[in-house]
């Protein structure tokens, strides 16, 4: 978000990601008493994530601990995104240590706050983001990166590089070392490419565009069982962030190195599930369960999918069969009640 001198209160969107209502609610107080007015709450990593990829926020203030994904994961997945790194992004605990700021650091972090958080404080810190003096190094830095990806797409690799090189010695960043790998990759330099690529992946283990560039070095290096790994790892990531074009196009590079993949075809069940393309995704589970007949889970997901597009009677029959091999499956049979009173 860039800064403003001039910024509506009314105007501006918070999203709150905390495992504690009472905390949520004594942070929209303080924001509330400043004049803020629109909110969005999460209870963990997960739910912050989707609502991000759903409506704009100006703020992200969220908790350390939390269920599911916590707050320094949500900072990592939230970086790696090219919008939503754009975001400030605060974390709010009760204790600091040094090992948490350089980890947060890494990741662009806008600020910590102290728990439980004093309001002229809070203000400081929305001020500084809203109406602070631009910071000229930040600028410059940002310009850089900004001509240096210029300089890619018009095919210049040599003085883009050397521009990219030059960031690095301002701060190590896993999109720093993304384009470093990009370029080393076009120029066929395939083993300082992957270099780059492990240090992306190393500094943000969730940056899915890194995992998915190293997998296309690997194919080209011929090294398929490094690239099946690498890519399959660029699909769950991109699957988690509902990336779903991006899922299916590294999940079917992995099919092309090994077709007996089970998880493979698992992920692109669930995908094209949760895009509600259910012929597809009963493709995929069907041969998901021929390469696996014994795994209830994908049955389980099978019957989901089945259920969603009105096959009550064979997702019945399909979740009889994973409690035929797992009687204690308990999601299953929590399902088959259901549908059998007519849920």
């Given at each position: 978000m860039p800064k403003k001198k001039e910024i509506k209160k009314e105007d501006i969107s918070f999203l709150i990601a905390n495992k504690d209502s009472a905390k949520r609610e004594q942070l929209m107080g303080a924001l509330r008493t400043l004049g803020y007015k629109h909110f969005e709450q999460a209870p963990d990593g997960i739910t912050a994530f989707h609502l991000l990829k759903r409506r704009d926020a100006d703020f992200i203030f969220s908790g350390l601990e939390m269920p599911q994904m916590d707050g320094l994961s949500l900072l990592k997945i939230v970086s790696a995104d090219d919008v939503l790194s754009k975001i400030p992004f605060f974390i709010l605990t009760v204790a600091i240590s040094r090992e948490l700021v350089i980890e947060a650091g890494k990741y662009g972090i806008a600020g910590f706050l102290m728990e439980p958080v004093q309001v002229p404080i809070l203000k400081k810190k929305i001020d500084e983001i809203l109406v602070g003096d631009p910071d000229k190094k930040s600028e410059a830095v940002e310009e850089m990166y900004e001509k240096a990806k210029r300089l890619i797409d018009e095919g210049n690799y040599d003085e883009s590089l050397a521009l990219f090189k030059e960031l690095l010695d301002v701060h190590e960043n896993a999109e720093v070392y993304y384009n470093i790998?990009?370029?080393?990759?076009?120029?066929?330099?395939?083993?300082?490419?992957?270099?780059?690529?492990?240090?992306?992946?190393?500094?943000?283990?969730?940056?899915?565009?890194?995992?998915?560039?190293?997998?296309?070095?690997?194919?080209?290096?011929?090294?398929?069982?490094?690239?099946?790994?690498?890519?399959?790892?660029?699909?769950?990531?991109?699957?988690?962030?509902?990336?779903?074009?991006?899922?299916?196009?590294?999940?079917?590079?992995?099919?092309?190195?090994?077709?007996?993949?089970?998880?493979?075809?698992?992920?692109?069940?669930?995908?094209?599930?949760?895009?509600?393309?259910?012929?597809?995704?009963?493709?995929?589970?069907?041969?998901?369960?021929?390469?696996?007949?014994?795994?209830?889970?994908?049955?389980y997901n099978l019957s989901r999918t089945l259920l969603e597009d009105k096959q009550i009677e064979e997702a019945k029959i399909v979740l009889k069969r994973a409690l035929q091999m797992n009687p204690n499956f308990s999601e299953a049979s929590r399902l088959l009640q259901a549908i059998e009173v007519g849920f």
């Open positions: 790998g990009y370029i080393k990759s076009a120029q066929e330099k395939y083993d300082e490419a992957l270099v780059a690529f492990r240090k992306a992946v190393t500094i943000n283990n969730l940056h899915a565009r890194a995992f998915k560039a190293m997998g296309e070095v690997y194919i080209k290096t011929g090294e398929p069982e490094k690239a099946e790994k690498v890519l399959e790892k660029a699909g769950e990531i991109f699957l988690e962030r509902e990336m779903h074009e991006e899922a299916e196009k590294a999940f079917s590079e992995v099919l092309k190195i090994n077709p007996s993949t089970t998880n493979v075809y698992n992920s692109l069940g669930i995908s094209c599930r949760k895009q509600h393309k259910y012929k597809e995704a009963v493709r995929h589970y069907k041969m998901a369960i021929k390469v696996d007949p014994e795994d209830e889970h994908i049955h």
